[in-house]
């Protein structure tokens, strides 16, 4: 492991705690698994990598991957969507963007499962996860901008996170549209909302459209945290144009992801886990928190 270069690992950097995504791979309790994204250096997947590319640590101990291959668990995907009143005109543009979304996910991960929610005033989900493309479509066609309603984002985040938990799957993202400035109304602690990625073992993904002075700093901490610690990213952008491929950037991330198996000797569950990579030029994207 001495021949890896710092930043060719992934890890937690942190104040929060979460746990990465995890799948039981093999019947031997000792085996672990993380799910990896490996994006190259235009954010496109990397599809052709073997065990031999990567190396792994729990709380700095080296541990023994047993198997690396591309995962074919359910993807499940909870999209938010931002219906405050600073979203209003943006309704026409969001629709557009989604709908893009979710034919550009579908031609990738054909199984993958989805579900619509939207944080204007209150965290509401407004399809089951579904494969359904045109009934994903119908019910975007529903969701506007509310006047005066303000922003649940964390809330609609600690829900969806929720939902996700009781997936069998454990390849789980949430990906977030929201606008900026806003009024953030949820009272949820950091606390709260690392606990509940923790159960859920999902990635966190949020884009969010600059159009004026950041009102929330302190949500603005926790969603940068959370992107960073989860194996997710944020990306600001700065023109409604820019939604649809901003979304389509994120997913680029996590479509396409490598199941890691590897051995944990003893049965004490570690803090933190850090996935390296030898390939030259790319971007890992998983979780920086030891499974369960």
Known sequence: MRGMRASAWLAAGLTLSTAASISAARPDASDKTVFVGVTD?????????????????????????TSVKPSDQTLQIVLLVDTTAAAM??????????????????????????????????????????????????????????????S???????????????????????????????????????????????????QLWCVSLQRGSLKNPKRDIVLDTL?????GARDFIYDQAAIEGALKKAADGFLYQYEVTYKRPDKRRPTQVQIGTLAEGVKLHASGFAPE
């Not at 235009?42 to 031999?52: Q, S, Y």
């Not at 994903?136 to 006047?147: E, F, I, Q, S, T």
């Open 227 to 231: 992107t960073r610690n989860t194996g």
């Open 152 to 202: 649940v984002l964390t809330e609609a985040i600690i829900r969806a996170s929720g939902d996700l938990a009781k997936r069998p799957s454990g390849r789980r993202i949430i990906l977030s549209f929201n606008t900026e400035p806003s009024d953030e109304q949820s009272r949820e602690q950091p606390k709260k909302l690392t606990e509940a990625m923790r159960a859920s073992v999902s």
């Open 41 to 65: 250096a235009n954010g496109k997947p990397v599809r052709d990598l073997t065990a031999d590319y990567f190396r792994l640590r729990e709380d700095g101990t080296d541990r023994e991957i």
């Open 89 to 150: 005109e943006l309704t026409q543009d969001m629709r557009t963007a989604v709908k893009s979304l979710v034919h550009y996910v579908h031609q990738a991960q054909p199984s993958a499962e989805i579900e619509l929610m939207e944080f204007g005033q209150a965290a509401i989900p407004n399809t089951p996860f579904t494969r359904d493309d045109d009934a994903l479509g119908k019910a975007m066609d529903k969701m506007v901008g509310k006047p005066d309603a303000a």
